[in-house]
């Protein structure tokens, strides 16, 4: 592809972007930079984690964000008594024929709404990263394709400890962006509290798809074209190293969690119009990329102290770390 025909796509390419936020913000109002991030996750190939209280909005996002994409949507509420064959699928003996058929689980769905996904057990949890890493599953010895493009949107409520499995490093890794939407501003709560009864509900089941699926596979392999420099695969390095030699982490950065960094770049360069990643959009991403792959030395729990003291070590570590020009 000549540098022309590149900028000409990824201009086109941004367009399809700024279209999907402005049909998510018709429902999600006063959260451009939360409904930013599930585009960037999807366009990067990812899944995104939210954590946040409840009532501020998650399981809207998700259900608006399958409803622009025309996609299929499955809600899945994490409990202790969930079993991975709720979520992957099972085999089951059909009579008639004397064979066995599979039936899909929740995770066959374009996105998948894990709601409070630390209320389920490790079990349970790691029925998602097969899913999640390969778009695949796997039962009885079979391996089960995963419709495309497939993105996982978990919740947890990071106050609430009792009754918890906190998700292990393994799963925290599989996630591309990890964000909070927080509380409203008062002029967009005002207007929530004098809308008639039902107004949201019903705006959200009025919201048409403004973009086909295989347009959104366009645009994460727009994505996958896009340059980085050989300075910023290096910068990117340097910050993974440094996470892994810091005297507060014992878990630094792994390898996919520098792709990730990469990929989700990819993506915001598209977002802009450009088929080039600027240091800007690595240093725009890097905590939502990379701060929940993070263990402190000292660490203990998941607490949102623990989230914000490993969202300070990296900060420094990018501060220190220089920047390609």
Known sequence: ???????????????????????????????????????????????????????????????????????????????????????????????????????????????????????????????????????????????????QPFLVIATQNPEEHYGTYPLPESQMDRFILRIRLGYPAAEDEKRLLLEAPGVSGESLSKLSPVLLLRDIIGLQEAADRVRLAPELAEYIVAVAHETRHSPFLSLGISPRGELAWRNVARAVALADGREFVLPDDLKAMALPTLAHRLILSNQLDSTTRTREEAERVLTEILNRAPIPG
């Open 1 to 147: 592809m000549t540098a022309f025909l590149a900028a000409e796509y990824a201009a086109s390419s941004a367009e399809l972007i700024q279209r999907i936020e402005a049909n998510i913000a018709k429902v999600i109002r006063g959260k451009p930079a939360a409904i930013w991030s599930a585009v960037m996750a999807l366009v990067a190939r990812g899944h995104l984690l939210i954590e946040d209280v409840p009532g501020v909005g998650k399981t809207t996002l998700a259900r608006a964000f399958a409803a622009s994409i025309g996609g299929t949507f499955h809600r899945v509420q994490f409990t202790s008594d969930l079993l991975p064959s709720d979520i992957i699928g099972v085999s089951v003996l059909d009579p008639k024929t004397g064979h066995f058929e599979f039936r899909p689980g929740a995770i066959f769905a374009n996105v998948v709404l894990a709601d409070e996904i630390n209320r389920t057990t490790p079990r349970t949890q790691s029925a998602l990263l097969e899913a999640m890493n390969d778009g695949q599953v796997s039962v009885d010895g079979r391996t089960h394709k995963l419709e």
